[in-house]
C-alpha cells in the first residue's frame, strides 16, 4: 500500500431512537470519547489521508462535536435524506470524485472497529480488488447479511430473507464495512438502484454490480467486536466493557501494574508510565497522565491532571482539571486537589481542599486545610512557598502568598500575606472561664426540658 492515498467516509447519519435520547447516537460516548471518534481514529490509524462525514439528524451537534474535539480536518456532508447507505455515501460525491486510491466506508456507531480491520481491507484493493468487504462470524447469524463466496471471491451479500436454506447455513456475516477502489467508487454507487420494498439506495448492492462488471470483489474478515454496531444503551454499555477490557490490558502489556483491573475505568486518552501501581476502585477522565513509578491509591478519581513519576495520589482523593502533581509528591486520604501544582517533595497528607494554588517543593499542609479561593465572583490564587508548614484546620483567604519556609499555626485564618521563614498566627487568643461550662450545660438542659 506504500503510498496509495485514502479517503475514510463515516456514515453517521442514522436516528438511533432506541437510545431514548435526544442526543445524536455517534455522539453517546465509550471511554469518555463519542463512538464516532473511535472510529475516526481508527480510520487515520489504518492510514486515512482524508476524513469525510456524512451527517443526517443532529448534524450541528455532530459537527460542533467532531470539529471542537482532536480528529483533525474532517470534511462534513449532510445527508437531507435517509435513503439507504449508497445514498449516504454519495453524499460525499465531492470528496469521493478527488480520486483518492482507496475509499473506505465506515459507520459512526462502531466504537470498537479496530485500524487492522481497515488496513486489511486497504491489503485487498492493492492486490487488484475493486470492492472488499469486511464479513465476520457472530455466534448467532440470523439476521445478517451473508457472504457468498465462489472460488475465492465473493460474489454476492444475501439478505437473509432472500437466502436459499443453504445459504442459510453459511456463517460468515456482512459487517457492513467496505473498501472500493477510488477509480470505480462513483461509477458503482451512481449504479445503485432502489428497485427494493423500501426503495432505498443500498451499498451492498455494489458487490453484484462490480461482479457484473468483470471486477474483482474480495472479502475479508473481522473480529467480532470490531463488527459491533451500537442500536441501544445496553449494547453502549457491552461495548464500554469491552473497550475497558481492551485498554487495561494495553497499559498492563506496557509495565502498568493493576491490582483488580475490572474495577478501573479508563478514558479514550489516559497515558500511565511503566512502574506504576493502580490500586482498586480507580476512575481516569478524560485528560490523564500518569508518570512512571506512581502509586494510584484506592477509590481515586481523577480527570484533567498530570501525576509525575514517583508521586502517590489517595486512596480516596480526587484531582480535578488542572492538577499537576511533581516528581515524588504526595496527595493522601479524603484531598481535593484543582487547578493547582503541587511541587516535587510537598504533601498534602488528608482532609483538604487545595484549589487554584501553587504548593512549593517540600511543603507541608496539614490536614483540614482550605485555600479560600472563591468570592462568590471569581477565582483567586494562593501561593505557598518551597518548605513552608501550614497547620491543620487552617485557612487561607485567596489571593495570599505564604513566603518559603513559613509556619502557620494550627487553626489560622489568614488573610495577609506571609513573608518568608515567618511564624503566623491567625486566631483568637484562647480565653478560659473556669466553671463556665457546668453553668450553660445546666441553662441548656433546663431549656430543652421546658420545651417537653
Same mark, same amino acid.
Given at each position: 500500500m506504500t503510498n496509495r492515498t485514502c479517503l475514510a467516509i463515516i456514515l453517521a447519519a442514522g436516528e438511533g431512537t432506541r437510545m431514548k435520547s435526544g442526543l445524536p447516537k455517534v455522539l453517546h460516548k465509550i471511554g469518555g470519547l463519542e463512538m464516532v471518534g473511535h472510529v475516526i481514529a481508527a480510520a487515520k490509524a489504518a492510514g486515512a489521508d482524508a476524513l469525510a462525514l456524512v451527517v443526517g439528524n443532529g448534524a450541528d451537534q455532530v459537527r460542533e462535536a467532531v470539529t471542537s474535539g482532536a480528529a483533525g480536518e474532517v470534511e462534513i456532508f449532510v445527508q437531507e435524506q435517509r435513503l439507504g447507505t449508497a445514498h449516504a455515501a454519495l453524499a460525499a460525491r465531492e470528496a469521493i470524485a478527488r480520486c483518492y486510491d482507496d475509499v473506505l466506508v465506515v459507520f459512526g456507531d462502531h466504537p470498537l472497529l479496530e485500524p487492522e480491520v481497515l488496513t486489511d481491507a486497504r491489503a485487498k484493493l492493492a492486490e487488484g480488488a475493486a470492492v472488499a468487504v469486511m464479513g465476520f462470524r457472530p455466534p448467532d447469524p440470523s439476521g445478517y447479511g451473508r457472504l457468498i463466496e465462489k472460488d475465492g471471491r465473493l460474489v454476492a451479500i444475501r439478505e437473509e430473507k432472500d437466502c436459499s436454506p443453504e445459504e442459510k447455513k453459511i456463517t460468515f456475516c456482512n459487517s457492513g464495512v467496505m473498501a472500493v477502489a477510488g477509480a470505480h467508487a462513483c461509477a458503482l454507487l451512481d449504479a445503485v438502484g432502489n428497485d427494493n420494498a423500501k426503495?432505498?439506495?443500498?451499498?451492498?448492492?455494489?458487490?453484484?454490480?462490480?461482479?457484473?462488471?468483470?471486477?474483482?470483489?474480495?472479502?475479508?474478515?473481522?473480529?467480532?467486536?470490531?463488527?459491533?454496531?451500537?442500536?441501544?444503551?445496553?449494547?453502549?454499555?457491552?461495548?464500554?466493557?469491552?473497550?475497558?477490557?481492551?485498554?487495561?490490558?494495553?497499559?498492563?502489556?506496557?509495565?502498568?501494574?493493576?491490582?483488580?483491573?475490572?474495577?478501573?475505568?479508563?478514558?479514550?486518552?489516559?497515558?500511565?508510565?511503566?512502574?506504576?501501581?493502580?490500586?482498586?476502585?480507580?476512575?481516569?477522565?478524560?485528560?490523564?497522565? &500518569?508518570?512512571?513509578? @506512581?502509586? *494510584?491509591?484506592? $477509590?481515586?478519581? =481523577?480527570?484533567?491532571?498530570? /501525576? %509525575?513519576? !514517583? #508521586?502517590? +495520589?489517595?486512596?480516596?482523593?480526587?484531582?480535578?482539571?488542572?492538577?499537576? &502533581?511533581?516528581?515524588? @509528591?504526595? *496527595?493522601?486520604? $479524603?484531598?481535593? =486537589?484543582?487547578?493547582?501544582? /503541587? %511541587?516535587? !517533595? #510537598?504533601? +498534602?497528607?488528608?482532609?483538604?481542599?487545595?484549589?487554584?494554588?501553587?504548593?512549593?517543593?517540600?511543603?507541608?499542609?496539614?490536614?483540614?486545610?482550605?485555600?479560600?479561593?472563591?468570592?462568590?465572583f471569581g477565582k483567586h490564587r494562593t501561593e505557598i512557598g518551597a518548605g513552608a508548614f501550614i497547620g491543620t484546620n487552617s485557612a487561607l483567604v485567596a489571593p495570599i502568598a505564604i513566603g518559603a519556609g513559613a509556619y502557620v499555626a494550627s487553626g489560622s485564618v489568614l488573610t495577609e500575606d506571609v513573608p518568608a521563614d515567618s511564624l503566623a498566627f491567625g486566631r483568637a487568643r484562647q480565653t478560659t472561664y473556669e466553671g463556665r461550662g457546668k453553668i450553660l450545660r445546666d441553662k441548656l438542659a433546663a431549656a430543652k426540658s421546658a420545651k417537653g
Open positions: 426503495g432505498e439506495f443500498y451499498l451492498t448492492d455494489i458487490v453484484g454490480i462490480a461482479n457484473h462488471r468483470g471486477l474483482l470483489v474480495l472479502a475479508s474478515e473481522a473480529g467480532l467486536e470490531s463488527a459491533l454496531g451500537i442500536n441501544h444503551r445496553a449494547e453502549l454499555a457491552e461495548a464500554e466493557a469491552i473497550w475497558q477490557r481492551r485498554k487495561r490490558r494495553e497499559l498492563m502489556l506496557s509495565g502498568v501494574t493493576m491490582i483488580a483491573p475490572e474495577t478501573v475505568f479508563l478514558s479514550h486518552d489516559t497515558e500511565i508510565g511503566p512502574e506504576t501501581v493502580i490500586e482498586p476502585n480507580v476512575w481516569f477522565g478524560p485528560g490523564v497522565r &500518569i508518570g512512571a513509578g @506512581a502509586r *494510584i491509591h484506592a $477509590f481515586s478519581h =481523577i480527570e484533567g491532571a498530570v /501525576v %509525575e513519576s !514517583g #508521586a502517590a +495520589v489517595g486512596p480516596f482523593a480526587r484531582l480535578r482539571p488542572g492538577a499537576a &502533581i511533581m516528581e515524588k @509528591a504526595k *496527595i493522601g486520604n $479524603f484531598c481535593e =486537589i484543582k487547578n493547582t501544582r /503541587v %511541587e516535587p !517533595g #510537598a504533601k +498534602v497528607p488528608h482532609l483538604s481542599y487545595i484549589g487554584d494554588a501553587t504548593v512549593g517543593a517540600g511543603a507541608n499542609i496539614g490536614a483540614g486545610t482550605i485555600t479560600c479561593n472563591y468570592d462568590g
